[in-house]
């Protein structure tokens, strides 16, 4: 049964009391270093039923100039053991990454305020309240980019032309894959690594260390974060941002021979976002549920939005490198003799949309291995670098394309902001460098809608802080459109968009020869 008004209402209220006080205790907290000139606090970047998390200036600057800045967390429920044992075990997996470039990092305070209250600072051992402090990414989460597209969006019309923010991911800036290496192929002396950016990488192990089955559970847009360019000249990132995994609480390195209570209790994350085996205790849990969840991030990040759990729907699809139809989450992202993609995203490169497709199927055995998607994602980052190159030779030049499928340059300037490059075109580098400058050169410093309520007294009977904004319209369900009923349903257009398998239902198994050590997948795409 739903809350009625007044419930919700009242438990916002007691959400938000427990939330002031924890600021209010960290605030206290580090108030001598304040006084002395070794921080300031600048405001709450979150909260939630779990933690709060703070934005503090060190009063220093990076090798940029730019003013040094950490997030800072701790628990708004210090009474409850488990919520202490969940902080402490995020900051023992933090540890674990250290040197991890797409992992968000832990970071020290200045010496002074280490050497006078350290002993509660990302000590996973710590008798006191536990706290954590990391690294602040001040271009915040990728859900916040989508919202920040969504809010160009609805702006763009009522300004000047050139003053028109892009309205789309370009496919260039689309490859979020390192994080989900950095977890299987996590460092064992990571503290030996610390204040390094080590890119990671399966082709550098021998061949026997072992991936680890580290599952984080809980990968989606809201828990991968964007960081400030770093102003070092780098290949992968010279036009994309890096990215980085957050929040791993609710992590687990994941072993079968565990007791059915305790499988059960580590299906943890929120239902829309999980992959099939997330719901069974059962389930085969290893690497491929991590590269589910990275999928289902990619398929938001193109089409701007995502399905709820009620719309989960696994469509059967075929795809280069595939032998054989298989059954994915993803089935929106690629075309099929019944099913026509009407909106821009359907000119989103085909390469990237049936690997997102296949990372998000049905059975794990169908989705790309590690070391295969890494080589996947190298090899067409190279192509489209070279295609650049040679498109740019081509009108620079004059010449003739040796290729029938050529299409030289993108849309016309004027819609470029909104309109993708056709199907099959190469993005010219001005619109990836646009992009790049609307959205990552400048952090979005946007304000705290609370800061009127932390430091003061909420009385019993006062109206509770407001409640989240509401989601742009057409956010959840633009994809699409899913039938009521729950058999398999033929929607306008002709697409047939069959039902979601519900937790512990068995799947038939692939064709002979598509085990878990041999997925039938090929780095062909």
């Not at 536990?130 to 160009?152: C, F, H, N, Q, Y």
Request: glycine share 8%; hydrophobic share 35%.
């Amino acid at each position: 049964m739903s809350a009625t008004p007044v419930q919700r209402r009242h438990l916002r209220r007691e959400k938000f009391r427990n939330a002031q006080q924890a600021w209010k205790a960290l605030r206290s907290k580090f108030k001598d270093y304040e006084d002395r000139g070794l921080m300031t606090y600048e405001k709450v970047l979150g909260f939630g039923g779990f933690g709060i998390v703070q934005r503090w200036s060190l009063n220093e600057r990076d090798r940029l100039g730019r003013n040094r800045t950490v997030a800072i967390k701790t628990i708004i429920r210090p009474d409850k053991e488990h919520c202490v044992a969940a902080l402490q075990r995020e900051i023992w997996w933090n540890k674990r990454f250290t040197g991890s470039e797409h992992l968000v990092q832990l970071v020290d305070l200045p010496k002074e305020v280490l050497d006078e209250v350290g002993a509660d600072i990302n000590n996973d051992e710590c008798q006191g309240i536990p706290i954590m402090v990391m690294e602040e990414l001040g271009l915040g989460s990728l859900a916040d980019l989508v919202d920040r597209i969504w809010a160009s969006i609805d702006l763009n019309p009522e300004l000047p032309r050139a003053d028109r923010m892009m309205e789309y991911i370009p496919s260039r800036v689309l490859w979020v894959t390192r994080a989900c290496i950095g977890m299987a192929y996590s460092s064992v002396h990571s503290e030996s690594r610390k204040g390094q950016a080590i890119r990671e990488t399966t082709l550098d192990w021998p061949d026997y260390v072992q991936q680890s089955k580290l599952i984080h559970n809980d990968i989606d847009v809201q828990n991968v974060f964007i960081a400030e360019p770093s102003g070092i000249e780098d290949k992968e990132h010279s036009l994309n941002p890096v990215v980085k995994i957050a929040d791993y609480g609710c992590m687990v390195e994941w072993d079968s021979t565990w007791s059915y209570e305790k499988r059960s209790d580590s299906l943890w994350g929120k239902s829309a976002f999980k992959a099939p085996e997330q719901f069974d205790p059962d389930g085969n849990m290893d690497v491929h549920t991590n590269i589910y969840q990275i999928g289902n991030t990619m398929h938001d990040l193109i089409t701007l939005g995502h399905v709820s759990y009620n719309e989960r729907f696994a469509g059967t699809r075929r795809v280069r490198g595939i032998d054989g139809d298989f059954r994915t989450y993803g089935f929106r992202l690629v075309e099929s003799d019944t099913y026509q993609i009407v909106f821009d995203w359907g000119n989103v490169d085909i390469g990237l949309r049936e690997l997102v497709a296949a990372c998000m199927a049905e059975d794990h055995r169908w989705r790309p291995a590690l070391v295969d998607l890494e080589l996947m994602c190298r090899r067409r980052i190279r192509e489209l670098d070279m295609g650049v190159k040679y498109a740019e030779t081509i009108i620079e030049e004059g010449l003739r394309p040796i290729s029938e499928d050529f299409v030289a340059g993108g849309p016309l300037d004027d819609i470029s902001y909104r309109k993708r490059v056709p199907g099959g075109a190469i993005e010219p580098n001005r619109i990836v460098e646009k992009f790049y400058k609307d959205y990552f050169i400048n952090a979005w410093d946007e304000s705290d809608k609370y800061s009127s309520y932390w430091s003061a007294d909420v009385p019993e009977d006062s109206p509770p802080p407001p409640g989240p904004p509401p989601r742009p319209a057409g956010r959840v369900r633009f994809v699409t459109p899913v039938p009521e009923a729950r058999s398999s349903t033929a929607v306008p257009g002709g697409v047939t968009i069959e039902p979601v398998r519900r937790p512990g239902a068995r799947e038939p198994a692939p064709p002979t020869g598509s085990g878990p050590s041999s997925p039938m997948f090929s780095i062909s795409l």
